[in-house]
């Protein structure tokens, strides 16, 4: 497995799981449970998570920038003019140029306002930032992310913190058939298997963070997450059983006595 890299805009990573700095009771859990996940990558909300102010506690003394990739997200962002400057702004601060999007359509839903990420994505694309785009599980417009320059489609399980699981299958399977870009399961598990099975549809990867985050356990829950993204991708790569309607004896017909 060491050699099953996961890659994004030609980075390699080891792990497939992505871990949010959000919702923890302290920076310290936070810490602790993306040590424990084995995350390589971490998001950030640039609008709520604090990476410049000095006077008070900074992201940066707890996850070293220099050992974790800071992934900064659009999180709380409701149209393109807000999302591009708040990407734009982290680049400034911290020179990030790979980055999440995240343009959401309500407050209540948090379902992702697709017209606004496709022109948001463009924009991005064309300013030379590497875009990771949470958006809906529709075929059509994941295809469209990806002609406008998106480096990997982050569509949602079910909505944000709604630890639903993965309600569409079918649609996660159909992007998964028709994109080259790495596919990224965003928003909306609950529980370990919900990693594994979306590992197991073929997706390159998953995000997590109210799930690990609000658990009763979180650094149990971290640590689930984690073995569980390994052993869905291993069964993935190991080429499940086809499907039958009838039984199948186990134990050949042959040299019966």
Known sequence: MKKDKLIIAKKNFQSRLIVGTGKYRNMHECAKAIRLSGA???????RRVNIVDKKKPLLMDYIDPKKITYLP????????KDALRTLRLAREIGGWNLVKLEVLGDKKNLFPEMIET???????SKEGFK???????DPLMAKRLENSGACAIMPL???IGSGLGILNKINIKIIRNQTKLPLIIDAGLG????ATIAMELGCDGVLVNTAIAKAKKPFDMALAFKNAVIAGRLSYLSGR????LMGNPSSPKKGII
């Open 118 to 124: 496709l022109k948001s994505t463009e924009i991005l």
């Open 157 to 159: 399980a079910a909505p």
């Open 73 to 80: 997200n659009t999180a709380g962002c409701f149209n393109s």
């Open 241 to 244: 059983i086809k499907k039958t």
């Open 191 to 194: 529980q370990a298997s919900d």
């Open 40 to 46: 390589e990558i971490v998001t950030v909300a640039v």
């Open 131 to 137: 875009v990771m785009v949470y958006c809906n599980d």
